[in-house]
């Protein structure tokens, strides 16, 4: 008879903290509040992410059977009915929350269920796989853009979504080992992505340039913007004042990119240099475990720094919680 520890288990419970900062960095990126329109978002995400989970247990059977015969599935302890089940169950409920945050949002959202169950069904064991998944962290974080009515075509949607992509593409493709190990080749390449993505961040001439001149946009509210420069508003979701904005973005967001960056470096490098199933499997809880702070990042570069920290407090829980539920 199945338990609590073991849908915990099937799910893996511990990475669904690193869910919910996709939707705000994605809010943040396109301009707009982190308001209550987000929460469908996260619903959203956080469903479609745990019906991912059981689908892919689902659908490596056979594969679990004889690498993690004690995984809950081939152990008998939840029957592959009730997986399936409960992933069919948790996209629709992830597609319901997605249609009350209207139609750009269900579109979103759509395309992020189809790509997690054709990565789970057909594409995890192609070439394609790692892009897949790649393409559903993006999409994810495009899904909390447009759920509050945000321009998804800003330049910081775009960065932020690329940079989410690249990290878990390459996290993926570290995974692929950690069952078996392999070679160094996927954590230096791991590695390197994230250092690339760690500098862009940091790099303190960066902006989003796009168009957020308060005046130019009808309906919203003045105090969600704030001066960056002389004639110039910016958006900051509502989360801080304009006094002290601009000062706390640019202390904030290369101290998160710094934080993101440290946080991958250790295991990725202990992998490339013994890249055996454990170390492998440690460089890939860590490189799951650091979307946090990348997500912190990203919410902080864009224009949120306060999002950005409250995030940070996600890592400790993560950490906890992956001491008893592997999130891999």
């Known amino acids: 008879m199945s338990t609590l520890g073991d849908w915990a288990r099937l799910l893996r419970v511990s990475a669904l903290f690193t869910v919910p900062g996709d939707a705000l960095a994605g809010a943040a990126a396109a301009g707009v509040r982190a308001d209550r329109r987000i929460l469908n978002a996260i619903g959203c995400s956080l469903c479609l992410y745990e019906a991912g989970m059981a689908l892919n247990d689902w659908a490596d059977q056979d594969e679990d059977a004889r690498e993690r015969p ?11 009915a009730a997986a399936l089940g409960t992933a069919a169950g948790l996209t629709g409920a992830g597609l319901a929350l997605a249609a009350r945050a209207g139609r750009p ?7 992020l269920a189809a790509t997690v169950w054709a990565y789970d069904l057909k594409l995890k064991h192609t070439r394609a796989g ?16 447009v759920v509050a009515g945000g321009t998804p075509l800003r330049p910081a949607v775009a960065l932020s979504s690329a940079a989410l992509a690249a990290h878990t593409y390459a996290v993926t493709r570290v995974a692929r080992d950690e069952t078996t190990g392999g070679s160094s ?19 303190p001439g960066f902006r989003d340039r796009a168009d ?16 960056d420069a002389p004639g110039a508003g910016r958006p900051v979701s509502g989360i801080l004042s304009a006094q002290g904005f601009h000062g706390a973005r640019r202390l904030t967001a290369p101290a998160l990119a710094l934080v993101y960056g440290a946080a991958v470096a250790r295991p990725y490098l202990h992998a490339a240099l013994n890249p ?12 799951i475990r650091s979307l946090i702070p990348l997500q912190a990042a990203l919410a902080a570069r864009a224009g949120a720094p306060a999002i950005g920290v409250a995030l940070m407090a996600l890592v400790p829980m993560a950490r906890r919680v992956s001491r008893k539920v592997s999130p891999t």
């Open 105 to 111: 949002a269900t579109v979103v959202a759509g395309a």
């Open 212 to 227: 957020t001149d308060a005046k130019s946009r009808p309906g919203e509210p003045a105090h969600a913007y704030a001066s």
């Open 185 to 203: 080749v996927a954590p230096l390449a791991a590695l390197a992505t994230s250092a690339a993505i760690a500098s862009v961040l940091g790099a």
């Open 130 to 145: 790692a892009a897949a998944m790649g393409a559903a962290r993006g999409l994810d974080l495009l899904l909390g853009a």
């Open 70 to 80: 004690d995984r809950p599935l081939p152990s008998g302890r939840i029957h592959p």
């Open 276 to 287: 055996s199933p454990h170390l492998v499997q440690r460089a890939v809880g860590g490189g």
